[in-house]
């Protein structure tokens, strides 16, 4: 496999989710992206716009097994990770897996779940393993969250720590779809819904090739710099109290050798730094006080920090 074959594995995703979500391109590439950079999505909107079965049609895509979690204020970890039961006719305990072990977990309205049942999955996003009882469980080698949250409703939530929005590869909204996109839409629907019809395009073997092939793609020196130097301006600017961590710096450059696939290229160029550096690095920054008190919007303040950045030349 190569360049062609990657935009290939993209593109059987790319034509099969259109099929289901329509007229969202960009967004299906970001999430692609994200599937082939092993990282993990939190899609921030208002209900009704696809954020579930967009999670659907990824897994279905790939065959692969698929599991939500439906986030209420009462959930314990446990129910997120499982539960060591004693089994009587062997007298030991036996671990019984809770939905956090399968490829794609779709973590629904996370931000109603405590902080306690949010921490649970603090370990399975970093390291793709979980800890019950003391015993260490490993997670698939395909493994991500999608996780969503509804910007608007804040009543009866709890707003994500820093700590949890920083192990998200991207944060992408869907928005609602353009006027002829939404007829088109009640159409596809009239008898049933399009996603029973979705078949398999690729599987997890042809994935975990393409994560390899992935690595060819060259950052060069000049690349790497401005990167660095892109996180870093989100560290000293008095209107961001606290910027990007190095897992944004990792973020771009993953991304970033990605969108140059999508581009048939074998390099990265700044244009593909400058494409993905608003879904990678707007939710890793927090506003200062007098920020907050103005209309912010983090995706345009990293897009005008992004202008600021020489860019390397040669």
């Given at each position: 496999?190569?360049?062609?074959?990657?935009?290939?594995?993209?593109?059987?995703?790319?034509?099969?989710?259109?099929?289901?979500?329509?007229?969202?391109?960009?967004?299906?590439?970001?999430?692609?992206?994200?599937?082939?950079?092993?990282?993990?999505?939190?899609?921030?909107?208002?209900?009704?716009?696809?954020?579930?079965?967009?999670?659907?049609?990824?897994?279905?895509?790939?065959?692969?097994?698929?599991?939500?979690?439906?986030?209420?204020?009462?959930?314990?970890?446990?129910?997120?990770?499982?539960?060591?039961?004693?089994?009587?006719?062997?007298?030991?305990?036996?671990?019984?897996?809770?939905?956090?072990?399968?490829?794609?977990?779709?973590?629904?309205?996370?931000?109603?779940?405590?902080?306690?049942?949010?921490?649970?999955?603090?370990?399975?996003?970093?390291?793709?393993?979980?800890?019950?009882?003391?015993?260490?469980?490993?997670?698939?080698?395909?493994?991500?969250?999608?996780?969503?949250?509804?910007?608007?409703?804040?009543?009866?939530?709890?707003?994500?720590?820093?700590?949890?929005?920083?192990?998200?590869?991207?944060?992408?909204?869907?928005?609602?779809?353009?006027?002829?996109?939404?007829?088109?839409?009640?159409?596809?629907?009239?008898?049933?819904?399009?996603?029973?019809?979705?078949?398999?395009?690729?599987?997890?073997?042809?994935?975990?090739?393409?994560?390899?092939?992935?690595?060819?793609?060259?950052?060069?020196?000049?690349?790497?710099?401005?990167?660095?130097?892109?996180?870093?301006?989100?560290?000293?600017?008095?209107?961001?109290?606290?910027?990007a961590s190095p897992r944004g710096s990792l973020a771009l450059y993953r991304l970033g050798q990605c969108q140059a696939a999508f581009e048939e290229r074998d390099f990265v160029i700044p244009d593909d730094i400058k494409k993905v550096a608003p879904s990678a690095l707007a939710h890793r920054i927090i506003p200062a006080p007098t920020t907050r008190l103005s209309d912010f919007d983090?995706?345009?303040?990293?897009?005008?920090?992004?202008?600021?950045?020489?860019?390397?030349?040669?």
């Amino acid at each position: 496999m190569n360049i062609v074959g990657i935009n290939n594995f993209r593109q059987k995703l790319q034509q099969n989710i259109s099929q289901v979500i329509q007229g969202k391109k960009d967004v299906i590439d970001l999430v692609i992206m994200a599937v082939i950079c092993e990282g993990h999505i939190l899609i921030e909107d208002v209900p009704g716009t696809g954020k579930t079965i967009l999670a659907k049609c990824v897994a279905r895509s790939l065959n692969a097994e698929f599991s939500r979690i439906q986030f209420t204020p009462d959930m314990l970890p446990s129910d997120v990770t499982g539960v060591s039961i004693y089994n009587q006719a062997t007298k030991d305990f036996e671990f019984r897996a809770g939905p956090i072990l399968a490829n794609i977990v779709l973590a629904d309205e996370i931000n109603r779940a405590t902080p306690k049942t949010q921490s649970a999955l603090l370990e399975a996003m970093e390291e793709r393993q979980i800890t019950v009882d003391g015993k260490t469980h490993n997670l698939p080698d395909f493994f991500m969250v999608i996780a969503t949250q509804n910007p608007i409703e804040y009543e009866g939530t709890f707003p994500l720590p820093e700590a949890q929005l920083d192990r998200f590869l991207i944060r992408l909204q869907v928005g609602y779809p353009q006027l002829d996109i939404e007829r088109s839409i009640l159409k596809s629907q009239q008898f049933q819904h399009p996603l029973n019809e979705l078949s398999q395009v690729a599987d997890v073997d042809e994935l975990m090739r393409v994560r390899e092939e992935i690595k060819i793609v060259n950052v060069s020196d000049k690349i790497e710099r401005y990167i660095v130097n892109i996180v870093t301006k989100t560290r000293h600017n008095e209107e961001i109290y606290l910027g990007a961590s190095p897992r944004g710096s990792l973020a771009l450059y993953r991304l970033g050798q990605c969108q140059a696939a999508f581009e048939e290229r074998d390099f990265v160029i700044p244009d593909d730094i400058k494409k993905v550096a608003p879904s990678a690095l707007a939710h890793r920054i927090i506003p200062a006080p007098t920020t907050r008190l103005s209309d912010f919007d983090p995706e345009e303040m990293i897009m005008d920090l992004v202008d600021r950045v020489p860019v390397p030349v040669g």
